[in-house]
């Protein structure tokens, strides 16, 4: 079953021609079943790649998932095309005034990491909706900045800088092999990292309610959960499709920026050769299995949500 998602996004065509399964409102209104609504803040410099790196992901499953794009009142996005927000999404002070409730909610990372949390401009509004997400979201993914700041908000783990960016593609492995999140996986499998700042792992592992089930001795903590798989915290990005650490590199490069290259990416260490994508089987498994969670334990009626 597919995502329903505008037809008019931008997203749309690029995914109708990847084969991905996506549906216009029109049709979905004529299908006799309950979609799950999915809510996504998406707080990348990269709109609509990320808008794609995500619905991909989330359109690769049996059900029908109803997508709605936030967006921060209190930031100016200086990086979306002219309109893009203004059409496509709608403010988080809304769905708070108007007590909306989401099935899932996904909380991407953010280029603000090396800032303390309270610096970011958008901080207080980014509170409200993880405050929010506790009793009206049944499951909430985190991902890198995002898990970082939801660990931060909720108990407390404060983030490390490190002596230089973690940035490739890194193997991890599995410490909780019977959840959900892990149904299918290998024993080790990659997956891309890019993050100047890392979870105090000591002050995860003494907090009883959190629960490590991935990490790596090279990447440290990958993947964090609580309250049973409501609260998920993933430090890398499973998401990135296979050319983003490329673009991210010659970013920085073209800026004079200090940055390496991408460890364990390019063949042979050569930025010259395409990139192998090695990750992407369990990135479409992970977004599937938390899908599966979410539709398996949310209650059917949506408005039973509680904590």
């Known amino acids: 079953m597919p995502i329903k998602i505008p037809k008019t996004l931008p997203a749309y065509n690029i995914l109708r021609e990847e084969n991905v399964f996506v549906m216009t409102e029109d049709r979905a209104e ?3 079943i ?97 405050d929010y997400s506790c009793k009206n979201v049944w499951s909430t993914l985190h991902i ?11 108990y407390g783990v404060p983030k490390k800088l490190l002596s230089q960016k973690l940035f490739g593609i890194f193997p991890h492995g599995v410490n909780e092999r019977h959840t959900t999140l892990f149904r299918g996986f ?47 915290y993933v430090t890398g990005h499973l998401e990135y499709d296979s050319l983003t650490l490329d673009r991210e590199y010659r970013r920085d490069l073209s800026r004079g920026l200090p940055i390496a290259i991408p460890r364990n990416y390019y063949p042979d260490d050569d930025p010259g050769k395409t990139p192998i994508v090695r990750w992407r089987a369990h990135a479409h498994l992970f977004f599937s299995n938390w899908l599966n969670y979410v539709y398996q334990e949310t209650p059917f009626n949506i408005e039973d949500l509680s904590d």
Request: aromatic share 6%; charged share 25%.
């Open 30 to 32: 004529h299908q006799d």
């Open 186 to 232: 290998d024993d080790e499998f990659l997956a891309p990292q890019s993050r100047h700042t890392e979870c105090d792992r000591d002050v995860v592992a003494a907090r009883p309610e959190l629960t490590i089930e991935s990490e790596t001795p090279d990447a440290g903590i990958f993947i964090v959960t609580a309250r049973d798989g409501r609260e998920v």
């Open 34 to 130: 309950r979609p799950l609504k999915v809510a996504i803040v998406n707080l990348m410099p990269t709109t609509v790649d990320t808008e794609i790196q995500l619905l991909r992901l989330l359109g690769n499953s049996p059900l029908q998932v109803d997508i709605t794009f936030l967006r921060m009142g209190s930031h100016e996005s200086r990086n979306a095309p002219p309109g893009h927000l203004e059409r496509f999404y709608i403010g988080s002070e809304r769905i708070i005034e108007e007590g909306i409730r989401f099935d899932g909610l996904i909380l991407t990372g953010a280029p603000v990491e090396t800032l303390d949390f309270e610096a970011v401009d958008y901080w207080k509004e980014l509170v409200a909706i993880i």
């Open 144 to 154: 890198c900045w995002g898990a970082q700041a939801g660990l931060y908000r909720r």
